[in-house]
């Protein structure tokens, strides 16, 4: 049987294909830009029929009917393993439940330790001329999610880049069940915040620390898109990209002339990645690129592969820190707003790498509801609040009034220095707190 014969057998109607699941079920939705949208529609439509179907995702880029159909969650139960802002909407009106990784991890879980899956649902490019389905910018935990199923649909999207490894980029049509031609949907469009006066004062803090041939890695958010962008301007030459996520940023830094990625120690020459998130012009980069190479997260992700490459330089976010170190980067308090993502992995790489550091940033303070200025920089973490970072890993912090290396740091050492990068008008109130911690030795480093 020929390639295209196989296709027709297998091609089915969205409300064909979703009659395979059973009430109770495990199933996945796919991740990121791969998660499945005409399907969603189909499901949604038998949510009287069902119960108790749990649905797994990561980073859920839209919204998703079977959520709007279901509010309180008697039919679907949505599970995620790195919440969206799409999913925090969901959890105004019923629960989802998050799942902690340590992201390089996650295809193991997949694999070994999750429930057994009934479905495995994800969007994939047209298939090709040797009978394989691309996954997207996706790759993730996307080929252990297809080895876990019993039964895998695959929900063609055109507007799918076709994104080159690697490995454990694709699956072949005769491991598909069924294939849902979908509607050909535009891929989520996430463009990078627009930079503030404070991004931009920490990313050049950052950049004082970087120099030609540095390998660069950037999380999610303003500042490391500050950064991305501060290189495109930059004099640097020659550095590499080996990174979880793939954003628009590296495509300016690309077209500058200063990815020639000669210097990496790993993939030389190629920009690595897991997925990407951004705009159409970072879709219409990758798409059959072969100076891009996707690679599965245990690949991408793995501190003893990345940190192969000398000079790794890592940049993520944070939302809050406490005085000895412990940094928040997915929760404001019990409310889980993100996830560990590749922080944890990364953190740990760039101290690893030769030459290499691991920055995270964040604005010193926000302004609360009457207008006072409260700091991010706080005694302890508040109650609920997830320590994604623990002391011990203690990366650089990065504040708009400086950065602070805390490696070998006794626990006064660490007050002094992150008060020391706190917004003004907060430090005696930390110094106070300090005192009443018993963590404060006032040294004439600090007036």
């Given at each position: 049987m020929s390639f295209a014969d196989e296709y027709r057998k297998k091609l089915v109607s969205a409300d064909e294909?979703?009659?395979i699941v059973k009430s109770g079920d495990w199933i996945d939705f796919g991740s990121f830009l791969g998660q499945v949208r005409t399907l969603d529609k189909a499901l949604a439509k038998r949510k009287d029929e069902l119960s108790d179907v749990k649905i797994w995702t990561c980073v859920n880029?839209?919204?998703?009917?079977?959520?709007v159909a279901d509010p309180e969650g008697d039919s679907f139960i949505w599970h995620s393993w790195h919440m969206s802002g799409a999913d925090r909407k969901v959890a105004k009106t019923k629960a989802v439940y998050y799942s902690s990784i340590v992201y390089s991890e996650l295809p193991r879980y997949v694999r070994e330790h999750i429930e057994p899956l009934a479905v495995a649902m994800l969007q994939v490019t047209p298939m090709d001329k040797h009978g394989y389905f691309n996954f997207g910018p996706q790759a993730t935990h996307t080929r252990a999610v297809c080895d876990r199923?019993?039964?895998i649909i695959v929900e063609v999207n055109e507007k799918q880049p076709r994104c080159l490894g690697g490995y454990e980029e694709a699956i072949h049509i005769s491991e598909v069940d069924y294939i849902v031609e979908g509607e050909n949907q535009p891929l989520a469009q996430i463009p990078a915040p627009p930079l503030s006066e404070v991004d931009q004062k920490i990313a050049q803090l950052i950049l004082e620390d970087?120099?030609?041939g540095c390998c660069v890695q950037l999380g999610i958010g303003g500042i490391p898109n500050?950064?991305?962008m501060m290189i495109a301007d930059s004099d640097l030459k020659d550095l590499g990209c080996h990174t979880e996520m793939l954003v628009d940023a590296y495509v300016h830094m690309h077209e500058a002339g200063k990815l020639s990625?000669?210097?990496?120690?790993?993939?030389?020459?190629?920009?690595?990645?897991?997925?990407?998130?951004?705009?159409q012009i970072l879709y219409d980069f990758i798409d059959d690129n072969t100076k891009c190479a996707i690679y599965p997260v245990n690949y991408t992700n793995k501190p003893a592969i990345s940190s192969l490459n000398d000079n790794l330089i890592t940049i993520n976010n944070a939302v809050e820190i406490d005085?000895?170190?412990q940094i928040c980067a997915e929760s404001s308090g019990f409310r889980q707003i993100s996830g560990?993502?590749?922080?944890?992995?990364f953190v740990l790489a760039g101290y690893l790498s030769r030459g290499g550091k691991s920055f995270v940033c964040m604005p010193s303070s926000y302004k609360a509801a009457d207008g006072s200025i409260k700091s991010r920089i706080c005694p302890t973490l508040p109650p609920g609040g997830i320590v994604t970072d623990t002391r011990s890993m203690a990366p650089i912090i990065v504040t708009e009034y400086g950065k602070f290396q805390q490696k070998g740091m006794s626990v006064w050492q660490r007050a002094e220095g992150l008060i020391g990068i706190a917004h003004p008008d907060t430090r005696d109130e930390l110094i106070k707190a300090a005192q009443e911690q018993g963590i404060w030795r006032r040294s004439n480093k600090i007036s």
């Amino acid at each position: 049987m020929s390639f295209a014969d196989e296709y027709r057998k297998k091609l089915v109607s969205a409300d064909e294909a979703v009659r395979i699941v059973k009430s109770g079920d495990w199933i996945d939705f796919g991740s990121f830009l791969g998660q499945v949208r005409t399907l969603d529609k189909a499901l949604a439509k038998r949510k009287d029929e069902l119960s108790d179907v749990k649905i797994w995702t990561c980073v859920n880029p839209y919204p998703t009917e079977v959520n709007v159909a279901d509010p309180e969650g008697d039919s679907f139960i949505w599970h995620s393993w790195h919440m969206s802002g799409a999913d925090r909407k969901v959890a105004k009106t019923k629960a989802v439940y998050y799942s902690s990784i340590v992201y390089s991890e996650l295809p193991r879980y997949v694999r070994e330790h999750i429930e057994p899956l009934a479905v495995a649902m994800l969007q994939v490019t047209p298939m090709d001329k040797h009978g394989y389905f691309n996954f997207g910018p996706q790759a993730t935990h996307t080929r252990a999610v297809c080895d876990r199923a019993q039964k895998i649909i695959v929900e063609v999207n055109e507007k799918q880049p076709r994104c080159l490894g690697g490995y454990e980029e694709a699956i072949h049509i005769s491991e598909v069940d069924y294939i849902v031609e979908g509607e050909n949907q535009p891929l989520a469009q996430i463009p990078a915040p627009p930079l503030s006066e404070v991004d931009q004062k920490i990313a050049q803090l950052i950049l004082e620390d970087m120099h030609d041939g540095c390998c660069v890695q950037l999380g999610i958010g303003g500042i490391p898109n500050a950064v991305g962008m501060m290189i495109a301007d930059s004099d640097l030459k020659d550095l590499g990209c080996h990174t979880e996520m793939l954003v628009d940023a590296y495509v300016h830094m690309h077209e500058a002339g200063k990815l020639s990625g000669s210097k990496k120690q790993t993939d030389p020459g190629k920009m690595v990645y897991t997925f990407a998130l951004g705009t159409q012009i970072l879709y219409d980069f990758i798409d059959d690129n072969t100076k891009c190479a996707i690679y599965p997260v245990n690949y991408t992700n793995k501190p003893a592969i990345s940190s192969l490459n000398d000079n790794l330089i890592t940049i993520n976010n944070a939302v809050e820190i406490d005085l000895y170190g412990q940094i928040c980067a997915e929760s404001s308090g019990f409310r889980q707003i993100s996830g560990t993502g590749g922080q944890f992995d990364f953190v740990l790489a760039g101290y690893l790498s030769r030459g290499g550091k691991s920055f995270v940033c964040m604005p010193s303070s926000y302004k609360a509801a009457d207008g006072s200025i409260k700091s991010r920089i706080c005694p302890t973490l508040p109650p609920g609040g997830i320590v994604t970072d623990t002391r011990s890993m203690a990366p650089i912090i990065v504040t708009e009034y400086g950065k602070f290396q805390q490696k070998g740091m006794s626990v006064w050492q660490r007050a002094e220095g992150l008060i020391g990068i706190a917004h003004p008008d907060t430090r005696d109130e930390l110094i106070k707190a300090a005192q009443e911690q018993g963590i404060w030795r006032r040294s004439n480093k600090i007036s």
